[in-house]
């Protein structure tokens, strides 16, 4: 099995999880800017964590062999704190980075005017960056948070298929099906997705345009939870070829629109699951 993670933060896991997710075949991941539990005070704090997510985590992923690549964004979260408003005129200078392949978190976590504005600012650095958007959805009042998403995008006149709406379930996957953007899914321990349920959304809705993500954070959360998905899916009578589209082929395309992702030497050239028994370790 070789996987991209789609949508993970590094930052708050330890070497030990880089080691078993190696050893379990993940061989990129995408760690979007977010929040950090602790609100920050200062634009300052931004520059910092922008800074550790382009230089710092990077090079601590690479010694395990796994290539990180980052979105950035003021995340709707703090969008609201005043202080915190001047990060948006931070945010450009890190699009221009390489390691950069889309604009992200962005979206609503209370749907307030401020995340309007946020949002609306972040999906036009977008389009001017000809940037992918990762798009976060509220995990309050979901089915309301994705359709207003949805809205704001498509006035926004960003291409649907350069936007992943993020944290999706059954009651919301239909909408963005619909909208032509992408699906994302965060699969959780005990809450919100599982690998089971994951499974069941594939089988209704098809292999197309669907992201499958850890998430992985401070939280209680399992950055293996990916693998875990594509082992359900097997386990369901999907075929090799169909986990390897939704956990390596598919965020390959999605996050392949930003023109930057760059994964030489770790997406192995041969056949589709050359080096995975020796990747899955003992698993
Ligand atoms: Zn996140």
């Not at 230089?55 to 690479?62: D, K, Q, T, Y």
């Not at 604009?103 to 600012?121: H, K, L, N």
């Amino acid at each position: 099995m070789r996987i991209l993670d789609p949508h993970i933060h590094m930052t708050s896991r330890t070497t030990d999880d880089y080691e078993r997710m190696a050893a379990a075949g993940v061989r990129a991941v995408v760690e979007p800017a977010f929040w950090l539990g602790q609100p920050r005070t200062n634009p300052g704090s931004f520059a910092d964590y922008f800074d550790s997510l382009v230089g710092w985590e990077p090079f601590r992923a690479a010694q395990f062999g796994i290539r990180h690549h980052a979105t950035i964004a003021l995340n709707p979260k703090e969008a609201n704190d005043p202080r915190c408003r001047p990060v948006l005129d931070l945010v450009p200078r890190y699009l221009d980075k390489d390691s950069v392949v889309a604009v992200g978190e962005i979206g609503y976590d209370s749907m307030t005017p401020e995340e309007d504005d946020a949002f609306t600012r972040q999906l036009a650095l977008a389009v001017e960056h000809e940037l992918p958007a990762l798009v976060h959805t509220p995990h309050r009042d979901k089915a309301h948070g994705v359709k207003r998403t949805l809205d704001v995008v498509r006035e926004s006149g960003i291409d649907p298929g350069r936007v992943v709406v993020d944290h999706l379930n059954e009651v919301t996957v239909a909408a963005v099906h619909e909208s032509g953007c992408w699906m994302g899914f965060s699969i959780y321990p005990d809450t919100k997705m599982s690998p089971p349920r994951m499974v069941e959304i594939l089988r209704e809705h098809g292999l197309d345009r669907v992201l499958v993500n850890s998430a992985a954070d401070w939280g209680k959360s399992d950055p293996l939870l990916t693998v875990r998905t594509g082992e359900a899916m097997l386990a369901a009578g999907f075929s090799e070829d169909d986990v390897d589209r939704v956990l390596w082929r598919n965020p390959v395309e999605f996050y392949g629109q930003s023109g930057r992702l760059d994964l030489s030497d770790v997406a192995g050239t041969g056949p589709l699951f050359e080096g995975s028994s020796i990747l899955r370790g003992g698993s």
